[in-house]
């Protein structure tokens, strides 16, 4: 693909989308092309440029564990190390799973911490202080290391390790050991804009309204920088992945072949039903028709950043958005590309392929808690079409299967179904958690 052609394509699904802006990367077979289209913020001629920085989201976990698997390189932590060698505020833990609790579990999402906790005070910057509420309020979803559920809180409590271990907040952990040697100017999000470079605004697009596309602040507690507060450009996205790759000049020294190789490989226990095709050290996998993929997906208020990367040739695709449509975006982005002979690796998930259980369904009512979210299971009383619900107003009809996935068709909007599973407790055979959207939820209620 030539610049002015990948130029052409980003600016009309930024068009067909509402994306006010948006920056593309390819790096293909020894070649490279860089490009953008639109405005940082809607509503004036401020245009975006390669080096805008937008809001990364959970693309930052990819940098942090990366940042992590230097300081193993460095013989300072191991993968397998429980992370209670290193935060005290482990100590004091209400759930004694907390104990076996390791760094490779945190960052394979296999820790069994709920998805996203919050402290009182949301404006918290203090790492320690959150790994201290985490550890004294919250109890564990799972066994560690028996599961996969995706953790905002997992990451943040990464954090706090590379600050004991290094003796610097994580920001400069990060911008001095690993964003500064591949060339990349930091940004943070929570930064004053004086302090930094530009920062693209983040934007809502609603179709139809009044104000289709409407510029949104972005919130992220303080406290949950190491998760998702970076901010950076599709050319810092591929910096990365050159790293993680090998391929960029100092990747030996900054991390090694062996801790590119372990962040690389497939956690056995990390099945992320229904966010990838499986999960290694902070970054996802992902099949395509011509083998496996990695990276990571990022999503904020008003923004998206997805980076892919093929180790089998060093193919590399980044795009970040400043809109809420970036998500979409991005799906028709790799159609795009598949069709012009770059097969990207993209999660579609897909329709059960078990018959659907018409009896017993019963057994999955309940209550499902992930830290403060609560889903409600009911069947109704002729023993059909279990019904889901949450605090949020969510209401949808469960399609359950022999093999325990279901599909969920939501009653109160018209959009397409989504995919979920139940999950058995291999020792008593009863259902304890439901997995939807990469977040398990622990049953603690039978109805």
């Not at 405005?39 to 990819?62: E, H, I, M």
């Not at 940042?67 to 100590?91: K, R, S």
């Not at 004694?96 to 911490?113: E, M, N, Q, V, Y």
Request: some cysteine; glycine content about 10%.
């Amino acid at each position: 693909m030539e610049a002015d052609q990948a130029e052409d394509l980003l600016r009309t699904l930024a068009r067909a989308h509402a994306v006010p802006g948006a920056q593309l990367a390819i790096h293909r077979a020894g070649s490279s092309l860089s490009v953008t289209t639109g405005v940082a913020r809607t509503g004036t001629t401020d245009p975006v440029s390669t080096t805008t920085a937008f809001a990364l989201g959970s693309v930052t976990k990819a940098f942090t564990a990366t940042l992590v698997g230097q300081l193993v390189a460095e013989g300072e932590i191991e993968w397998d190390d429980p992370v209670a060698e290193y935060v005290a505020e482990f100590d004091s833990a209400a759930d004694d799973a907390f104990s076996g609790i390791t760094l490779r579990h945190l960052l394979s999402h296999t820790g069994g911490l709920v998805a996203d906790h919050e402290t009182d005070d949301v404006a918290e910057t203090s790492l320690a202080r959150y790994t201290a509420s985490v550890a004294t309020t919250t109890r564990t979803l799972h066994r560690p290391g028996s599961c996969f559920s995706y953790s905002n809180s997992g990451y943040n409590i990464l954090g706090r390790v590379v600050e004991a271990v290094t003796d610097m907040k994580w920001q400069a952990a990060l911008a001095n050991m690993t964003l500064r040697p591949l060339g990349i100017d930091p940004a943070f999000v929570h930064d004053a804009p004086s302090r930094q470079r530009p920062l693209a605004q983040c934007h809502t697009v609603r179709p139809g309204g009044a104000r289709p596309v409407t510029p949104v602040g972005l919130f992220l507690p303080p406290s949950w920088a190491p998760a998702g507060g970076l901010a950076g450009s599709a050319d810092d996205l591929a910096g990365l992945a050159t790293l993680l790759l090998g391929t960029c000049p100092d990747a030996a020294a900054l991390l090694p072949e062996e801790q590119r190789a372990e962040m690389h490989a497939r956690t056995p226990a990390a099945d992320a039903f229904g966010m990838a095709d499986g999960w290694g050290l902070g970054l996802a996998r992902h099949t395509s028709p011509d083998g496996d993929w990695l990276g990571h997906d990022g999503t904020v208020d008003g923004g998206t950043a997805h980076l892919r990367f093929r180790p089998a040739d060093g193919t590399i695709v980044a795009l970040t958005t400043n809109a809420t449509t970036g998500t979409t975006m991005w799906a028709e982005l790799v159609d795009a590309l598949r069709e012009d002979g770059v097969p990207v690796g993209d999660h579609r998930p897909v329709a059960p392929a078990t018959p659907r259980l018409t009896t017993g369904l019963g057994r999955f009512d309940g209550d499902y808690r992930n830290g403060d979210t609560l889903f409600r299971v009911r069947t109704a009383e002729d023993g059909t079409a279990p019904r889901l619900t949450d605090a949020t107003g969510l209401v949808a009809d469960l399609t359950v299967h022999e093999d325990l996935t279901f599909t969920a068709r939501r009653t109160d909007t018209d959009t397409a179904p989504y995919t979920g599973r139940f999950v058995t407790d291999r020792a008593s055979g009863e259902t304890h958690l439901m997995q939807l959207g990469g977040r398990s939820a622990r049953r603690t209620a039978a109805s």
